[in-house]
């Protein structure tokens, strides 16, 4: 399985796949019939006291990865997610942050990469 990200502002591409918004918020100045997506997971975003807490600094990114990879370890709604990512041939992660190398889909991603066997760590 392909594991992509890409921002909710972004155009869809072809090779995207199965679209999975993975914010906790609606994307902002997005209307919801406009946004080309097949499933809102906001259960397995970030919970709004580690949101508030990183406040998107780069600086902070190591240690906001650590703890939502903690956050999501016992996750009911990231088994969830895995068994219904689980056979897709391609996935894209959505996300609305600005920073395309700093935000909770990278470590999603990295995530979910490891739970399906495509990643270090599989199980």
Same mark, same amino acid.
């Given at each position: ?18 679209? %999975?918004? %993975? ?6 100045? %997005? ?15 970030? =919970? ?7 406040n998107?600094?780069p600086?902070?990114?190591?240690e ?10 016992? =996750? ?5 997610? %895995? ?8 996935v894209?992660?959505?996300? =609305? ?15 979910l ?11």
């Open positions: 399985m392909r594991i992509g990200i890409r921002r909710a502002y972004d155009q869809p591409a072809d090779d995207d796949g199965y679209r %999975v918004l %993975v914010d906790r918020l609606w994307p902002r100045g %997005v209307r919801k019939d406009a946004l080309a997506h097949d499933l809102w997971a906001k259960d397995v975003a970030p =919970s709004d006291e580690l949101r508030t807490w990183w998107h600094r600086e902070d990114f190591a906001f990865a650590r703890r939502y990879r903690a956050e999501l370890k016992d =996750s009911d709604a990231l088994a969830a997610l %895995v068994e219904d990512l689980r056979g897709r041939p391609a894209t992660l959505l996300y =609305s942050a600005r920073d395309t190398e700093h935000n909770q889909a990278v470590v999603l991603a990295e995530v990469s490891e739970r399906l066997g495509d990643g270090p760590g599989a199980s």
